[in-house]
């Protein structure tokens, strides 16, 4: 590029950013100009505008449509990140000029302790009744790509894989321990204390998916004790569920899960203990952020609240 840093931010504008998202998200140039109220010809002066800047085209296209070349992609993902915090920001100011106590959106994966949360919850609204707080609950996946896309503040999540390093930000509250279970019908025993995983390679098993940090360990484990990892798997995106439980009752096999659930379940009678707390194996569970971008200030009192309360737990 001829121009630097500085003579690209001088020529670059929103509406840019918003028509490399739409191109993405439509397929056509047509389609990103009808959904931003634009004509064909003005989106097309943006893009060509954009490329010309940048000395490269941003995408290919075709008969199909238009696909994103691998500089779009770049700018593509950047784009989405910066225009959810500009949303962010005037979302605030509106709040404050309105006199509103403003909108806070928080998610929360399927299996986080389930009163950490609430509890911080409560005490934020104590100071701010008029808050409105909206708490989304789903699995991993979906909280990350809610926080990234800007469609949730912060998330209390397990730490996310590295590919989404570049654009998350990860703030540890707390390690998880784990235990293994097998169904309440199973006649497996208990594990004795002597016993570790090794004793259990050749079962079946429900393990969560290869990209978490704790499968990764527990492979390591696998790994270092027996020479090879389990060869009998189902993989799942959560480590609780009652898809899960249904799958432990109509089967034989034996399932890594949060101990603090794992308890609950036992005292249920769904599930049996094998073994109450695989040794150095933890989980970290955190709070979720877009990368550089600040909290609104409801946000940040949040953030404080879940700290406040996980040290009081």
């Known amino acids: 590029m001829t121009q630097g840093i500085a003579g690209i931010r001088n020529r670059l504008k929103l509406r840019q950013l918003g028509l490399l998202v739409a191109i993405d998200e439509e397929g056509t ?31 290919q296209r075709s008969r199909h449509g238009m696909a994103a070349t691998e500089l779009g992609g770049l700018l593509i993902r950047h784009a989405a990140l910066i225009l959810g915090g500009v949303d962010h920001a005037f979302s605030e100011a509106l709040a404050m000029r309105a006199g509103d106590s403003g909108h806070l959106r928080v998610g929360q994966f399927a299996s986080a302790p389930p009163s950490l949360l609430a509890k911080a919850i409560v005490h934020l609204k104590r100071a ?13 996946e979906l909280m990350i790509h809610a926080v990234r896309d800007g469609e949730l503040h912060l998330a209390l999540t397990r730490a996310p894989s590295k590919e989404s390093a570049d654009y998350l930000a990860f703030e540890v509250l707390l390690y998880e321990r784990f235990s293994i279970v ?66 432990l009752r109509e089967s034989d096999y034996v399932a890594l899960i949060p101990s603090r659930v794992a308890a609950e379940y036992e005292r249920q009678r769904l599930v049996r203990v094998l073994m109450p707390e695989v040794p150095d194996l933890v989980g970290p569970i955190g709070i979720l952020t877009r990368q550089g971008e600040a909290l609104p200030s409801h946000g940040q009192r949040l953030l404080d609240a879940l700290k406040l309360q996980q040290a009081l737990h």
């Open 29 to 59: 140039l047509h389609g990103a100009a009808r959904r931003l109220g634009m004509t064909q010809p003005a989106a097309t002066r943006l893009l060509r505008e954009l490329e010309d800047t940048l000395e490269s085209p941003l995408f």
């Open 128 to 140: 701010s009744p008029q808050l409105n707080v909206r708490v989304t609950e789903g699995p991993q």
């Open 182 to 247: 097998c169904g309440s019908r199973s006649r497996r025993r208990r594990l004795r204390p002597q016993e570790g995983i090794a004793s259990l390679i050749h079962e079946p098993w429900i393990l969560p998916l290869p990209s978490t940090p704790v499968r990764a360990s527990l492979d390591l484990q696998f790994w270092a004790q027996c020479g090879r990892v389990p060869a009998d798997v189902v993989e799942y995106a959560a480590h609780t569920g009652a898809s899960l439980i249904s799958l």
